[in-house]
């Protein structure tokens, strides 16, 4: 499960060809089952149009054992997301968090899963993390690039995880289409 989740967790966030070196190593060494969230912290890079808000990502949890239809464990999380902050000209960076109060429900999901794989259960895990909403300041362009940065320990600089991507490109037309449906012009409030 060490291996299987992490590499879930990144082909979910872009294609593999976008995983950096060091990105890689990094989700190597995340233990899902084990790792404290509130360790866990992920740094997300979009266009400076773009403005995210607590509750508009989400990290999921789960773990499917062989041959069963639904997954026996499935938690998801809202992240707050931090105050952005400028990465590069025209890019802003949110860090995204799991929230104190959402933290034991992860815990739980974890304790779930190790217990089935304890008892030998056999199955796939996944972590995800992924954008439901946001909104914008300008009209999306034709593209939308992201890139992700991971950091599992407090005193730890962030990883670079994924190097940028355009997401629209990575979905199908229609997929593509409701995301940026996702993506409402700003309140002008």
């Not at 105050?83 to 929230?99: D, K, N």
């Not at 890139?147 to 355009?166: G, H, K, M, N």
């Not at 629209?168 to 309140?187: G, K, V």
């Amino acid at each position: 499960m060490k291996t299987i989740l992490p590499l879930l967790f990144l082909t979910t966030l872009a294609g593999c060809d976008a995983i950096t070196p060091a990105g890689l190593m990094a989700a190597a060494r995340l233990d899902p089952l084990t790792t404290a969230p509130e360790h866990v912290a992920l740094a997300v890079t979009v266009p400076d149009t773009v403005r995210l808000r607590s509750g508009d990502a989400v990290l999921s949890l789960a773990f499917r054992a062989e041959g069963a239809d639904m997954p026996a464990v499935s938690e998801t999380v809202p992240l707050m997301i931090a105050p952005a902050t400028t990465a590069s000209p025209g890019t802003r960076r949110y860090v995204a968090r799991i929230a104190p109060a959402d933290a034991p429900r992860l815990v739980a999901a974890q304790t779930a899963i190790r217990a089935l794989r304890a008892s030998g259960t056999m199955g796939a895990g996944s972590l995800g993390v992924s954008v439901e909403r946001g909104c914008t300041t300008a009209p999306l362009g034709r593209s939308l690039p992201i890139s992700t940065a991971i950091r599992t320990d407090p005193e730890a600089p962030f990883v670079p995880l994924t190097r940028s991507v355009d997401a629209f490109d990575r979905l199908s037309p229609a997929e593509a289409a409701a995301l940026r449906a996702r993506f409402a012009p700003c309140d002008a409030s």
